[in-house]
């Protein structure tokens, strides 16, 4: 066993995982897991740069998530930083914050790489389910990104795509500094038009409509998940490995799109720092499934957090 910590740090939110993996079992312990909205990408595509106060907010968790790793005694760190960051012109301000909290640079990785450690993360656990037949096409819907991944055992294809809830939001549902409540028909028609225009570009390098498993990962899809079976709470465990049928996820992104700020935000299983974002990654998973074709998506809360760890493990031996 080697006990390892990985941090996800994203557009939207960041995530920690300190696990004891176990590479000769394919087994990966959690010890503790969490995750902080904390909107490092507010603003950035627009401005170009991290905001001050979104710099802060993530400091801040950094320095809540340092003391749990030291708590738990963890061999390895590994940091991973994504959309957000690898965007900013100011980004080395970033990234002496983390190291003077943290002790390790952050790893401000490409797009191929982002989608390696998820597909990891995802399918690792997934061989020898019933009716999950290969390849897969894991799709990571971030803040900022979304990463699609075609492969068996191993990658075949990936490609990133600067697609994501927080950056389609920001881009086509936002008037006079606020999220429109609801978004009209032409601002919807906008935002997919973007998205469509994004599976056009995933598709000359990814083979999208080949996969014959889609698993859906991060919060958009978790939180769809969670509308789906109108959880009373968010609920982990019910929903890593639930199936949501296309035709569920059509009518929530529908509901979504036509609700107000108020509708969404008394969403039992809806993180508040979701509410405004949630719709634009609803209809990006929805484009999805109709442009693949697939009839169901296969939930994972393991992603590209538990890839990171399984790296890190790697690293280790």
């Known amino acids: ?17 300190v696990a004891d993996a176990d590479p000769a079992t394919g087994e990966l312990t959690d010890l503790d897991r969490r995750m902080t909205i904390v909107r490092l990408g507010q603003g950035v ?29 963890a061999e390895r760190l590994r940091f991973v930083a994504t959309s957000a960051s690898r965007d900013a012109e100011n980004r080395d301000d970033f990234v002496r914050g983390v190291l003077d909290i943290l002790g390790v640079e952050p790893e401000v990785i490409s797009g191929d790489q982002e989608a ?23 799709v990571d819907i971030g803040g900022g ?16 795509v600067d697609v994501g809830c927080v950056r389609m939001t920001e881009r ?6 606020a999220v429109t409540d609801p978004p009209t028909a032409e601002q919807v028609a906008a935002m997919r038009a ?14 999208l ?38 035709d569920r996820v059509r009518e929530i992104t529908d509901w979504l799109l036509a609700s107000t700020h108020a509708e969404r935000a008394a969403v039992p299983s809806l993180h508040p720092g979701r509410v405004d974002v949630i719709a634009a990654g609803a209809l990006t998973l929805l484009s999805i499934m109709e442009r693949t074709g697939a009839a169901e998506v296969v939930v994972s809360e393991h992603d590209i957090l538990d890839g990171i760890a399984w790296s890190c493990a790697s690293e280790a031996r």
Not at 145 to 160: I, L, M, Q, Y
Not at 172 to 177: C, I, N, Q, W
Not at 211 to 234: N, W
């Open 172 to 177: 086509h549902l936002v008037r006079d500094g």
């Open 45 to 73: 595509d627009r401005t170009g740069r991290l905001a001050p106060e979104a710099l802060e907010r993530t400091f801040a968790a950094c320095r809540e998530y340092a003391g749990v790793i030291k708590a738990h005694g």
């Open 209 to 246: 409509r080949e996969a014959r498993t889609l698993v859906g990962l991060a919060g958009s899809v978790t939180s769809v998940s969670a509308i789906a079976q109108e959880l009373p709470r968010y609920d982990s465990a019910a929903i890593h490995h639930s199936r949501v049928s296309r």
């Open 145 to 160: 990104s979304t990463e699609f991944v075609v492969g068996d055992d191993h990658v075949r294809a990936a490609r990133s």
């Open 194 to 207: 973007d998205i469509e225009a994004a599976l056009d570009l995933a598709e000359r390098t990814v083979p």
């Open 116 to 138: 390696e450690f998820s597909f990891t993360g995802a399918t690792r656990e997934l061989a020898g389910r019933d009716h999950l037949d290969k390849p897969y096409l894991v």
């Open 1 to 17: 066993m080697t006990r390892v910590a990985a941090v996800d740090c994203g557009t939207n939110s960041i995530r920690l995982l």
